[in-house]
């Protein structure tokens, strides 16, 4: 789990078990949407420590974790180690028996420090997430996608409300104090 000192969520993780703080932006936006049911397919984009996929599987659902990263063996959670912006991806994917129901996306890019250049990437990952819901998502399926605040957020949004029924950004009350990040919280897959 990443160290942030001092933060009440990063303690309450370590103590409830957790991999990460950003469980707790997942289970806050379950509690406001109710996202997460039983039984569902769910893709979990940028998965690694595994604090998304975790509360996922506690939920009951069947989850599919990429990360480029490695991460700890969860029960009820299929780890692919790939990267999403790698094509072959999509071939793993489609062996895959049937679509998903939920598709979910903590994925950020490794941060340069440069804003501009930060925010550009942030926004080709949720295009890219974006890419995969149209492809692997079945009708009425649903998303959680982050983005950050700034000049690319309303073209993702813009696309997003093409594909879906409903889109909403919420900021988790466990979101980063300071941080520009945003979830975009998409229903009913058209
Ligand atoms: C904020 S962390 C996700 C935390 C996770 N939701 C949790 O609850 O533990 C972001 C993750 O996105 C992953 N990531 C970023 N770009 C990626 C890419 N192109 N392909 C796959 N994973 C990526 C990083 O490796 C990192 O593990």
Not at 8 to 18: D, T, V
Not at 22 to 30: E, I, P, S
């Amino acid at each position: 789990m990443r160290k942030v000192p001092r933060d009440r969520y990063y303690r309450k993780a370590l103590k409830e078990g957790y991999r990460s703080r950003a469980a707790y932006k997942l289970l806050q936006m379950d509690g406001r949407f109710h996202l997460l049911r039983p039984g569902d397919m769910v893709l979990d984009l940028g998965a690694a420590p595994g604090g998304w996929s975790q509360v996922a599987a506690q939920r009951g659902a069947r989850v599919v974790a990429v990360d480029r990263a490695e991460m700890e063996p969860l029960p009820g959670v299929l780890h692919l180690v790939a990267d999403v912006l790698d094509p072959s991806l999509e071939e793993a994917l489609q062996g895959l028996p049937g679509k998903f129901h939920l598709l979910l996306s903590d994925m950020a890019p490794k941060f340069t420090g440069a804003r501009a250049t930060d925010h550009a990437r942030q926004a080709g990952l949720a295009h890219r997430a974006l890419d995969l819901a149209q492809k692997f998502l079945r009708p009425g399926g649903g998303a959680v996608i982050k983005l950050f605040r700034g000049a690319e957020e309303p073209g993702v949004a813009r696309r997003a409300r093409g594909m879906f029924q409903s889109v909403r950004l919420y900021e988790p009350p466990a979101k980063q104090q300071g941080s520009a990040e945003v979830y975009l919280v998409a229903e009913g897959r058209l």
